[in-house]
């Protein structure tokens, strides 16, 4: 690793969004000549399982702005089959909360944007395309949105490829530190934008407590090692090499957990509880 966290990973995307100065600017740059966001609230990222499914819903992070809108962020370096589905029915579980009991509600939604940052192409076969998807309910015919209740977004972050000379937004001035970060002295663009002279100081190393570089650490490997096993299925060239992978991938994070708990002072039970692993096998250890 570098000198600044890695944005990518779980644990990184969500040290630097989760601070609200940071959130903001990226949000009211993704919207640069639309609106302008002056405060937002997290909310409670997860949300109470469906009777008929049973499955909770967790957002990476959930927030709602002065003006009421919701906003869902989140990161996805794993491709999925359906994706764009899953990103459609957390949205819309968000405007089904918005239900009110009674015959006094007359039907008006507060809008919800989901803003999705993936680390893959949403479509293998498109050739080109500019990095971000704006997606919105729209009239074919006309072209004009026809309801403006629900929004997606999704940066595509292997489809940009600029220079930090060849940015000229400050959409891709955000984009352009975050794909770049694991590799910078320093943070780009703070001559021309305060806030990220706030990003560069949250996102050093060098500012982390202990606890905070130890969460770092095991984000980091979690990160090489989802990586690393899409390496081995490539180079099995089968489904069961991909399987295989996963499951190596899982069992020695596992181990390393509880290493790094039995180290910490954790007891028995504890290190059970959090990785899933018996007696014998943290014995081991």
Same mark, same amino acid.
């Not at 990973?9 to 940071?22: A, N, P």
């Given at each position: 690793? &570098?000198?600044? $966290? ?10 630097? !969004?989760? =601070?609200?100065? @940071? #959130? ?11 609106r ?9 990222t997860?949300?109470p399982?469906e ?14 702005t002065?003006? &009421?809108e919701? $906003?869902?962020?989140e ?7 359906? !994706?764009? =589905?899953?990103? @459609? #029915? ?7 909360d ?8 007359d039907f ?38 026809f309801?403006n209740?629900f929004?997606q ?17 400050f ?16 943070i780009?663009?703070k001559?021309?934008?305060a ?27 979690n990160?090489?090692?989802f ?5 081995f ?17 899982r ?34 250890l």
């Amino acid at each position: 690793m &570098g000198v600044f $966290i890695h944005p990518l990973t779980d644990w990184g995307f969500k040290r630097i !969004f989760g =601070d609200k100065e @940071l #959130l903001m600017d990226f949000l009211n740059s993704l919207l640069e000549g639309e609106r302008v966001i002056t405060d937002l609230s997290y909310l409670n990222t997860e949300r109470p399982a469906e009777e008929s499914d049973g499955r909770k819903t967790v957002y990476d992070l959930y927030c709602k702005t002065d003006t &009421g809108e919701y $906003i869902i962020v989140e990161m996805q370096n794993k491709r999925q089959s359906f !994706f764009k =589905d899953r990103a @459609l #029915l957390y949205m819309a579980k968000s405007v089904v909360d918005q239900a009110k009991k009674g015959n006094g509600w007359d039907f008006e939604l507060t809008a919800v944007y989901g803003v999705y940052f993936v680390n893959f192409l949403l479509d293998k076969n498109e050739d080109s395309g500019y990095f971000c998807k704006d997606i919105a309910m729209i009239d074919k015919r006309t072209g004009k949105v026809f309801n403006n209740k629900f929004r997606q977004i999704y940066i595509e972050l292997p489809r940009f490829m600029k220079s930090e000379a060849d940015c000229d937004s400050f959409l891709e001035y955000w984009i352009y530190n975050l794909v770049n970060m694991n590799k910078l002295k320093e943070i780009s663009f703070k001559d021309r934008k305060a806030i990220f002279g706030r990003l560069e100081k949250l996102a050093s190393q060098a500012n982390l407590t202990e606890e905070e570089r130890w969460r770092l650490e095991e984000d980091w490997k979690n990160y090489n090692d989802f990586f690393n096993t899409l390496d081995f299925a490539k180079e099995e060239g089968r489904a069961e090499g991909l399987e295989k992978g996963l499951e190596k991938g899982r069992s020695e994070e596992k181990s390393q957990i509880a290493k790094n708990l039995k180290a910490m002072g954790l007891s028995l039970e504890a290190i059970k509880q959090a990785t899933g692993l018996s007696t014998e096998e943290i014995e081991k250890l």
